[in-house]
């Protein structure tokens, strides 16, 4: 069997965990299995990093940024081998460049386009177990390029895509993937199994577990991910195309406070008002999330719509620059909200999820400001000091305690 398992910064943080580490690995190698293992930089490195470069140039150049984060990565896989080879089993690091990780050119974004999997394959063959940098690539240019925070969750994805692993494990600091962040939720339950759409569905909106590009990638190639705390043995949490348990109405629940809510009022209601803002937007490089327009009256409408926090200025910015454009509307803004959604695979075929999630606000008393909605998601706008109140409010609405 071909198993790819990859660990995060916390498992591998100090010598002891990379030992812990090791010793897992091994344990799969002895029992006769090919090993291939990722690695993300160790505990909060890649932040160190960042705080450096800043610390001397506030505003460094992205090539030079993924220079310097890769190094991170390179780190951990160097000692891992050292690790592994202490416990007398032979191991080799890879970086991107050794592998030939190729990427688009993208500095802090790139994408990952294609893997050569001939080295890794040939040190298979020699009965090594195979360390590679998670997070990072190679580009056109033959300059390292990063896959954005988070990143190396997408690495492991991609490389037991290419290699047709067996198993793609995902080793993190918590035991699998909970109906809502336990931290928040005291009642939080541990889910056995969780479809793509859904896994997708709360990465992306905060779960913060997996990065969303690696489900994305899950789904796409199938291959199904195993979640697991590498600080115990307890099962984890499977991530697939179809679940076996009987479907939930709601998996789980997620927030994201990485949010802003800007509105234009007073915008002429006519053809092509709409395309005017979200063509100024995203000519801006602005990513726009919920969208929410008023019915014209005498002749004028308002519409609102959610970004990333950090986007707020160049957002403003953009509008303000072109006032004319959009016939003077009034700007106001709020960063002091937060999405809540809930997720779940069973809303598709069952009527009333909506509703009972608003019933739920209403009996808690929070106020909604936004709604959208998908196929198997409900996400709304609200202040964000009622977060914490209204996850544990959602999450025993829809009986997901233990
Ligand atoms: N080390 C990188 C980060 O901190 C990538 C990762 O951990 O997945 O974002
Ligand atoms: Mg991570």
Request: with cysteine; glycine share 6%; charged share 25%.
């Amino acid at each position: 069997m071909l198993i790819v398992k990859k660990f995060g910064g916390t498992s591998v943080a100090d010598k002891e965990r990379i030992m812990n580490v090791a010793r897992r690995c091994i344990k799969d190698y002895q029992a006769g299995n090919d090993v291939v293992v990722v690695l993300s930089a160790m505990g909060k490195q890649t932040d160190v990093l960042i705080d450096m470069a800043k610390d001397i140039n506030p505003n460094p150049s992205k090539r030079e940024l993924d220079m310097l984060l890769t190094t991170g990565e390179q780190t951990s896989v160097a000692l891992m081998a050292m690790a592994m080879s202490m416990l007398g089993v032979p191991a080799v690091s890879l970086n991107a460049f050794q592998v030939a990780m190729h990427t688009t050119s993208v500095y802090g974004n790139a994408r990952l386009k294609r893997i050569d999997t001939e080295r890794i394959r040939n040190e298979l063959d020699l009965k090594k177990i195979v360390i590679v940098t998670g997070f990072q690539g190679v580009n056109k240019y033959d300059d390292l390029t990063t896959l954005g925070r988070g990143g190396s969750d997408t690495t492991a994805v991609a490389l037991a895509a290419a290699l047709h692993a067996d198993k793609c494990e995902i080793y993190t600091d918590v035991d699998g993937v909970y109906t809502a962040d336990p931290r928040i939720v005291k009642k939080a339950r541990k889910m056995k199994e969780i479809t793509y759409d859904e896994m997708l569905d709360l990465a992306t909106l905060g779960a913060g577990v997996l990065h969303n590009r690696s489900v994305e990638m899950a789904k796409k190639y199938n291959v199904e991910l195993v979640v697991r705390s590498s600080l115990n043995e307890s099962e984890g949490t499977v991530v697939k195309e179809e679940t076996k348990v009987e479907r939930m109405l709601v998996s789980g629940v997620a927030a994201d406070k990485n949010v802003t809510r800007i509105s234009l009022v007073g915008l002429k209601d006519k053809p092509g008002i709409a395309f005017r803002v979200f063509d100024i937007l995203a000519k801006a490089n602005i990513n726009v999330d919920m969208i929410l327009q008023s019915i014209g009256r005498s002749g004028s409408k308002d519409i609102s719509f959610t970004i990333p926090r950090d986007a707020c200025n160049d957002a403003l910015k953009a509008l303000e620059d072109n006032m004319e454009r959009l016939g003077n509307p009034e700007i106001s803004h709020n960063d002091k909200v937060a999405k809540v959604s809930i997720v779940g695979a069973g809303m598709m075929s069952n009527p009333g999820v909506a509703a009972r999630m608003f019933e739920c606000f209403y009996n808690s008393n929070i106020n909604i400001n936004m709604i959208s909605t998908s196929e198997i998601r409900v996400t709304v706008l609200i202040d964000e000091k009622e977060t914490e109140k209204a996850m544990n409010a959602v999450h025993e609405a829809f009986g997901l305690e233990d």
